[in-house]
Structure formats: structure tokens, C-alpha cells
T-cell receptor, first 114, second 112 residues
Framework: DGGITQSPKYLFRKEGQNVTLSCEQN?????MYWYRQDPGQGLRLIYY???????QKGDIAEGYSVSREKKESFPLTVTSAQKNPTAFYLC?????????????FGQGTRLTVV | GENVEQHPSTLSVQEGDSAVIKCTYS??????FPWYKQELGKRPQLIID?????GEKKDQRIAVTLNKTAKHFSLHITETQPEDSAVYFC???????????FGTGTRLLVSP
């Protein structure tokens, strides 16, 4: 069953803690993305990666970090420096061959700070 | 950087009416414009996309138009049905950069 998988679906974090959200795809896509979704603000780009071992900051990268050690995986760490981390996080991937193509989304992780 | 504005934020129509959602983009190098539909509690899914070498594209009840000079593109849904109720997002991407920037979304409500 091909696709893009995020885990966990729900995550609770205490203030001051770092947490890592998982994103795995078996679509053989080069490009991967992390978006944050807040009510009324659409999808805001946190980080994106066009190829393994390379990634760029999006519009709201502060307080987040990523790695891209494998083509299939693009984990997102929400650090304690992120002042308002409670949100819905969506990971996506696309073929990324230079000709822009459809992005496929995971089911999302809802992060809540308690 | 690229910026995408989307209007309206909410849209209510009667079943059978048409719905139009408009987006503008800032970077003239953008060349790919997808539209996504997100139903409540689900992931966004692509419903139609258009590239900058095309002015209009249709797929059954859905159409997208692109005006490169004015840097805006629109989604048109005809003969709306209650199952069209969802949040719709436009996006723009610059060729080769694989950076998809989204609008803020439009909540469409189709009443029976």
C-alpha cells in the first residue's frame, strides 16, 4: 500500500520539551514538505527538502528543525524554542523532478502542549 | 518570497449554484497552480491543477482559469452539491524549486 504516513496521530507535549513528528513515504518522491495548519491561516510552510541531505527553511521555520538522511523519511522536531506549538502538522511529498507535480499529504499529527 | 492570497474565506451557496474562489500570487516566476480540497478531519487532496502555459482547464464540474498578466487564478465549481462542502486551498510553485506556497483557504458550504 503506497503512500505517505505520519505518526503519531495525536501528540501531547509538556512545555519545555522537544518532540519529533515522523513522516515516511514509499512513493519514491524526491521532495518532502512540512506544513503547519491553524484555523483561518491555511497551510504555512515550515521546511521543505528537494533531495536527500538537503533542506530549506520555509516561512515559519523558527523553533523547528528537520533532517533528511533518507529519501523516505523527513522527521520534524518541534523544539522548546517554538512558542506556540499547538497546531495540526501536515507532511507532504512530491516527485520533485524539476517539473512541479502533485503533492500527496499524510493524515497529519495534532500536537497539543499541556 | 512567494505569497498567495485567497478570497473569500467563506462561501455559502445553494445546491445547484456555481461557486468561484479566487487567488492571487506575487512571484511572476510561478508556473504551477494546484487546488486542494480538504474535508473535515481529512488530508488535503488535489482536485485540479494548471500550468502557466495553459489558460484554462476543466474536469467535469470543476474548472480553473489562469491570468498570468494579472497574476491571478480562479476555481469554478458548477452545479454544486452538498458533498462539495469542504475547505479549498489554492497554491503556487516556482519551477524547479519544489516550494509549494498555499493560500489561507476557503470554507465552502453547499446547502441542500
Amino acid at each position: 500500500d503506497g503512500g505517505i504516513t505520519q505518526s503519531p496521530k495525536y501528540l501531547f507535549r509538556k512545555e519545555g520539551q522537544n518532540v519529533t513528528l515522523s513522516c515516511e513515504q514509499n512513493l519514491n518522491h524526491d521532495a518532502m514538505y512540512w506544513y503547519r495548519q491553524d484555523p483561518g491561516q491555511g497551510l504555512r510552510l515550515i521546511y521543505y527538502s528537494q533531495i536527500v541531505n538537503d533542506f530549506q527553511k520555509g516561512d515559519i521555520a523558527e523553533g523547528y528543525s528537520v533532517s533528511r538522511e533518507k529519501k523516505e523519511s523527513f522527521p520534524l522536531t518541534v523544539t522548546s524554542a517554538q512558542k506556540n506549538p499547538t497546531a495540526f502538522y501536515l507532511c507532504a511529498s512530491s516527485r520533485g523532478t524539476g517539473q512541479n507535480t502533485e503533492a500527496f499529504f499524510g493524515q497529519g499529527t495534532r500536537l497539543t502542549v499541556v | 518570497g512567494e505569497n498567495v492570497e485567497q478570497h473569500p474565506s467563506t462561501l455559502s451557496v445553494q445546491e445547484g449554484d456555481s461557486a468561484v474562489i479566487k487567488c492571487t500570487y506575487s512571484d511572476s516566476a510561478s508556473n504551477y497552480f494546484p487546488w486542494y480540497k480538504q474535508e473535515l478531519g481529512k488530508r488535503p487532496q488535489l482536485i485540479i491543477d494548471i500550468r502557466s502555459n495553459v489558460g484554462e482547464k476543466k474536469d467535469q464540474r470543476i474548472a480553473v482559469t489562469l491570468n498570468k498578466t494579472a497574476k491571478h487564478f480562479s476555481l469554478h465549481i458548477t452545479e454544486t452539491q452538498p458533498e462539495d462542502s469542504a475547505v479549498y486551498f489554492c497554491a503556487a510553485s516556482i519551477r524547479g524549486f519544489q516550494k509549494l506556497v498555499f493560500g489561507t483557504g476557503t470554507r465552502l458550504l453547499v446547502s441542500p
